[in-house]
């Protein structure tokens, strides 16, 4: 099968990921494979391929918004048919037994693996994994549309979870990339009285917000009218982090949704960015049920990604212009055959 791997990390800009032809995976156990049609891009990738993410060994294949068809089951596996069409994410397989696990908090799993960077990842024409860490897509969305869904789209999801907004509060998002402008659109249908700032660099970025419906754009240096309740921070770099907290009202809340970020977080001034309640949380990865839970969500409120597709040869270009910030909603790479 044709497929990407990652032999030496390297910098973006070096086109570290190599194409190549790799045996044909078999299933065994519960695991299924899958025909391959289509995955998305992501900042985590970025990570992966830089190195600020470890593998448990090079190489790998990167990639962890799958979209394809059921193409083979395991001799175990029952929950899917030859032909399904479903999506895996970042979570590839979790213990279902530690203290996480039982919790109901599997991304805190230690001994979970993550699709595309400890377990084989999506910029492949097949790809394996257990069937019950794969997902059903809903009819209204094209391969294209879902693929961004599956991090971008989950993961904005546990972010609008962990803000614990109220309908009426003032809501900050930093970064307006993927994952951004699906959250957009989870708010506008969760909470339609609270007024929404998006903090973003370029005018593109900022037009889509306001398309989507934000009330007040800038730069994160900017100072909105009111003072924020509830920040969300996209960005990959460190320095959102005080940008946001300094803008919180008391008692207000900064989720922090990323892997990792490509540069430090600046200090931080206790009264500036702490005194008066204000929380941090980051988001770390996803469960089994974001998934099932956001996918139907999806469909119902009609959340509609914008989505650039790039052809499979063009990944390595397609992820530094994801780096350089020229993505305008979510990159996905298509891989078999599927709509453009
Ligand atoms: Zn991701
Ligand atoms: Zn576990």
């Not at 994410?89 to 109901?104: D, E, Q, V």
């Not at 789209?153 to 546990?158: H, P, Q």
Request: hydrophobic letters at 40%; aromatic letters at 6%; one cysteine or more.
């Amino acid at each position: 099968m044709r497929a990407y791997i990652l032999e030496q990390h390297g910098t973006t800009e070096s086109a570290p990921l190599q194409r190549t032809t790799l045996p044909t995976p078999r299933p065994k156990g519960n695991q299924i494979r899958i025909k391959v049609s289509v995955c998305g891009l992501c900042h985590t990738d970025l990570d992966t391929v830089e190195g600020r993410l470890q593998p448990d060994g090079l190489p790998v294949t990167p990639g962890h918004q799958i979209v394809g068809t059921v193409d083979a089951l395991g001799p175990q596996a029952s929950k899917h048919r030859i032909g399904d069409r479903i999506g895996v994410t970042w979570l590839n397989w979790a213990c279902t037994h530690c203290k996480y696990c039982r919790a109901g908090r599997e991304n805190l799993c230690d001994r979970a693996r993550w699709t595309g960077l400890t377990a084989p990842g999506g910029y492949a024409e097949y790809t394996l994994v257990h069937e019950a860490f794969a997902y059903p897509i809903p009819t209204s969305f094209s391969d294209t549309e879902a693929a961004p869904l599956l991090c971008a789209g989950v993961i904005g999801y546990r972010t609008v979870h962990l803000a614990d907004i109220a309908n009426g509060q003032t809501i900050g998002l930093f970064g307006f990339g993927a994952s951004a402008h699906i959250v957009i659109q989870i708010l506008k249908a969760q909470y339609p009285d609270s007024p929404i700032c998006v903090f973003t660099r370029g005018d593109h970025h900022r037009k889509l917000a306001h398309d989507l419906g934000a009330g007040w754009t800038g730069s994160p240096a900017d100072t909105p009218p009111t003072p924020i309740d509830r920040a969300m921070d996209f960005t990959p770099v460190g320095e959102t982090i005080p940008q946001a907290l300094a803008l919180l009202a008391p008692g207000g809340r900064l989720v922090i949704n990323a892997i990792r970020k490509q540069t430090p977080v600046p200090p931080l001034d206790y009264v500036t960015h702490l005194w008066h309640e204000r929380h941090i949380l980051s988001v770390a990865n996803v469960t089994r049920r974001d998934a099932l839970e956001f996918l139907p969500l999806a469909e119902r409120i009609g959340i509609r990604p914008q989505v650039e597709t790039f052809a499979f040869d063009q990944l390595n270009e397609a992820l530094l212009r994801l780096k350089q910030g020229e993505v305008q909603g979510a990159a996905v790479l298509r891989i078999g055959e599927s709509p453009a």
